[in-house]
T-cell receptor, first 115, second 112 residues
Framework: DVKVTQSSRYLVKRTGEKVFLECVQD?????MFWYRQDPGLGLRLIYF???????EKGDIPEGYSVSREKKERFSLILESASTNQTSMYLC??????????????FGAGSRLTVL | KNEVEQSPQNLTAQEGEFITINCSYS?????LHWLQQHPGGGIVSLFM???GKKKHGRLIATINIQEKHSSLHITASHPRDSAVYIC??????????????FGSGTQLTVLP
């Protein structure tokens, strides 16, 4: 089975901590995405990457950074976690090309609580 | 106003009922996706369509480009269909062709 694997299903962190969320895919996909999902707001794009070391800001990049050193791995970094970053974080990947032409494969999600 | 609107927000049905979930969008799109999210978080892609109709098992998705509207139908619903169903579109006006814009989802509960 092809997979997108997120390293942690549940995390609890304290305000001000640095948080790493890791995502690995085994489909040799060029595109990788980080979303956050909040009740009533749907999925919102934080960052995406279309190639190694390449990244683009999504709709809500403030407070986040990303790293893509290898094709299969896309990391989301919260430099100094805050309580308003408590959310469900979802990683996804897709083959190269436009969103209209490709199906996304999602990870299981990482539920982050910042106290 | 959201560019993608889903209705209803919540839907409860009895097992065996025919279910319809609607998605409307306000601008031109290149494709529309239907996704399913079970409790616990994982999201699965059900359909991607840009015209007409697609069918997979008991699920049918239709799209009317002129009316900017799509429907997801579930025939002979079953409790295991209980999930959040999400509509997402690739907007022609999007700043990046790689991005999707998501609806806020429809929570479906099918009672035995």
């Amino acid at each position: 089975d092809v997979k997108v694997t997120q390293s942690s299903r549940y995390l609890v962190k304290r305000t001000g901590e640095k948080v790493f969320l890791e995502c690995v895919q085994d489909m040799d996909h060029e595109n990788m995405f980080w979303y956050r999902q909040d009740p009533g707001l749907g999925l919102r794009l934080i960052y995406f990457s279309y190639d190694v070391k390449m990244k683009e800001k999504g709709d809500i990049p403030e407070g986040y950074s990303v790293s893509r050193e290898k094709k299969e791995r896309f990391s989301l970094i919260l430099e100094s976690a805050s309580t308003n970053q408590t959310s469900m974080y979802l990683c996804a990947s897709s083959p190269p090309g436009t969103a209209g032409a490709n199906v996304l494969t999602f990870g299981a999600g990482s539920r982050l609580t910042v106290l | 106003k959201n560019e993608v609107e889903q209705s209803p927000q919540n839907l409860t049905a009895q097992e065996g009922e025919f279910i319809t979930i609607n998605c409307s969008y306000s601008v031109g799109i290149s494709a529309l996706h239907w996704l399913q999210q079970h409790p616990g978080g994982g999201i699965v892609s059900l359909f991607m369509l840009s015209s007409g109709k697609k069918k997979h098992g008991r699920l049918i998705a239709t799209i009317n480009i002129q009316e900017k509207h799509s429907s997801l139908h579930i025939t002979a619903s079953h409790p295991r269909d209980s999930a959040v169903y999400i509509c997402a579109v690739s907007l022609l006006s999007s700043g990046s062709a790689r991005q999707l814009t998501f609806g806020s989802g429809t929570q479906l509960t099918v009672l035995p």
